[in-house]
């Protein structure tokens, strides 16, 4: 490094009111504990071989005497220091977080900001300085919560959570409708640690408490050895990177109330699993990014927490294929399922990637049954303008499972037969589903509110349009359905955003007005997951980060 840019680092630090007192602090400590030869222990003359005489060995005793209690002092002081110092390496990594940002470049945020919610990142956007550990997810990071965990960190805590409305007509998967109703959806609680400074070694977790404590997961809860930008190793309780909801998934990110289809049915959305892994980020020329991950993990499973063969049905599509109370305890074959993704980043704010997910789902004793899920996905985010899409693909094989499945069976609502013959069907597992959606939204500041609103506060509409389809080998099934949804967040704080929508819901068949059980689907009673599916509904929300 140059002297200049010396002088400039020197120049940055002095500015730093923080920083001054802690050097000064530092000056007067290490001159506080500095030794000080006692002049009763050289005898007059200033002959060491001279013996001491009377008077001058009693001196020298009774100043031992009075050092001897200070030696607590003394260790509190060097205690005091290596806080000081632990407090100027952090103000050095935000020094320099400022002074790498070029005049005129694309910035990232410092590693105490966060962007303004509803504002999901990709993993491009993840910040380059080595001072960060782990980045949180509006960066393109892994981190709950509002502020980065900092490589001079011991351990830091944030989270997310979000409180709704909803009509009857409106659930996420099978969890709820029927009738209106208030529901504190999600509170999750992130803790982070930086475990070995000088390997970058971190700890992240995730405890999730959902439908107000019914359900508490451990979302997340690995140890990842960050070698190189390149290259890091991660094992534990992770989220694998199938698709980009998955991974950017928290309230405050998602742009509506409810998650995307794909993301309830396909994919699970948040899928989570036990295993190890790899990934890590190449610049390449002309500023274009390259990203990988590749997870070797137990896999989805055949059968939900209650032992039931639910998952990969034409009802309820892989959304409890990965409960993670006994995924991360036992995996249920010999057989481990493999996960990856690629990210490209041709230019700043762009990124396109592709996901796979492959691994076998039933029991050993049991005839093989695999899944196979193929997803694509791009994300742009420039300025208050935000466009993210995916698409997303499963194929279902083996034993059992038709390559195409037959027409559904006719219901006549005066026979109780035909119901049950209709339930079993949509119980039954499907070769395959896929979907679709696309959402964007622009962020706006009007004059009115800049002074009730925070700096980073703004009102944005926002709109999904989205295809998902539970069984593709039958046109006209009603459980494939679209759905447009339109609706308005207001954000008074760069922490809080309300969120309004409604959503327009439409049937590929008609749906069979059969009575139904709220809050769950009743298999071998009831075809329907609630009362009202397929009707149009309303559905809010308050987000929070913090």
């Known amino acids: 490094m140059s002297l200049r840019n010396y002088q400039l680092r020197i ?29 009763g222990n050289v005898p007059d003359g200033g002959n060491p071989n001279q013996m001491p005489s009377s008077k001058n060995a009693d001196a020298s005793k009774q100043t031992r005497d009075q050092a001897a209690p200070q030696k607590g002092d003394v260790e509190q002081l060097r205690d005091e220091v290596k806080t000081l110092r632990s407090e100027l390496e952090r103000l050095r990594a935000l020094v320099e977080t400022k002074g790498n940002e070029q005049p005129g470049a694309s910035s990232q945020p410092s590693p105490t900001e966060v962007g303004p919610v509803g504002t ?46 909803r009509q009857s007509s409106i659930s996420e998967r099978a969890d709820g ?7 504190n959806t999600r509170f999750v609680l992130g803790v982070a640690a930086v475990l070995a400074e000088k390997q970058n070694i971190v700890f992240n977790s995730e405890i999730e408490y959902e439908f107000g404590s019914r359900e508490i997961h451990v979302a997340q809860a690995y140890v990842e050895w960050k070698v190189r930008p390149e290259f890091a190793f991660r094992g534990g309780i992770i989220v694998p990177a199938i698709g980009r909801f998955n991974t950017y998934h928290d309230s405050y990110l998602n742009l509506t109330t409810i998650r995307p289809l794909i993301n309830q049915f396909i994919v699970p959305s948040a899928y989570r699993d036990t295993g190890i892994g790899i990934r890590g980020k190449f610049k390449l020329p002309r500023k274009m990014k390259l990203s990988y991950e590749a997870d070797l993990v137990n896999g989805m499973q055949g059968t939900n ?37 690629l990210g490209l980043s041709p230019i700043p704010d762009l990124e396109f990637g592709t996901s796979l997910y492959n691994g076998r789902f039933n029991r050993s004793s049991e005839p ?3 899944v196979t899920i193929l997803f694509f996905d791009a994300s742009y985010h420039r300025g208050a303008l935000s466009i993210n899409g995916e698409y ?61 609103f925070d700096e980073g506060g ?20 009603y459980l494939n359905r679209s759905r447009t ?62």
């Open 11 to 39: 120049t940055v630090l002095l500015q730093q009111p923080r920083v001054v007192f802690a050097g000064f602090a530092l000056i007067i400590l290490f001159s506080m504990c500095a030794p000080v030869l006692p002049q």
């Open 485 to 546: 949804t339109l609706g308005l967040n207001l954000a008074p704080s760069s922490t809080v955003i309300l969120k309004l929508n409604y959503l327009f819901n439409h049937t590929f068949g008609p749906a069979p007005r059969v009575p139904a059980g709220i809050g769950g689907a009743l298999f071998g009673v009831s075809p329907l997951p609630h009362v009202d599916f397929g009707r149009n509904g309303f559905s809010g929300s308050i987000a929070y980060v913090f």
């Open 120 to 165: 999901p990142q990709s993993t491009s956007a993840a910040p380059d300085n080595p001072g960060v550990a782990v980045a949180t997810k509006t960066q393109g990071g892994d981190l709950s919560g509002l502020g980065n965990l900092l490589r001079t960190d011991r351990i830091t805590i944030g989270g997310y959570g979000d409180f709704q409305f």
């Open 368 to 370: 093989q049954q695999s």
């Open 305 to 341: 927490a209650e032992d039931q063969p639910t998952p990969f049905s034409r009802l309820l599509g892989q959304s409890s294929a990965a409960e993670p109370g006994t995924i991360a305890f036992q995996d249920p074959n010999r057989n481990k399922a493999v996960v990856g993704r």
């Open 392 to 452: 997303g693909r499963s194929n279902i094989v083996g034993g059992g499972i038709p390559r195409r499945s037959p027409a559904p069976p006719a219901v006549n609502l005066a026979d109780p037969d035909t119901i049950t013959e209709l339930a079993e069907f949509v119980a039954e597992r499907s070769p395959g589903q896929d979907g679709f959606y696309v959402e964007g939204t622009y962020r706006l500041r009007p004059r009115l509110l800049k002074g009730r």
């Open 177 to 183: 409708g029927g009738t209106p109703t208030f529901q």
């Open 458 to 477: 703004y009102i944005a509409p926002v709109a999904r349009y989205e295809v998902v389809r539970l069984d593709r080998t039958i046109p006209n099934f």
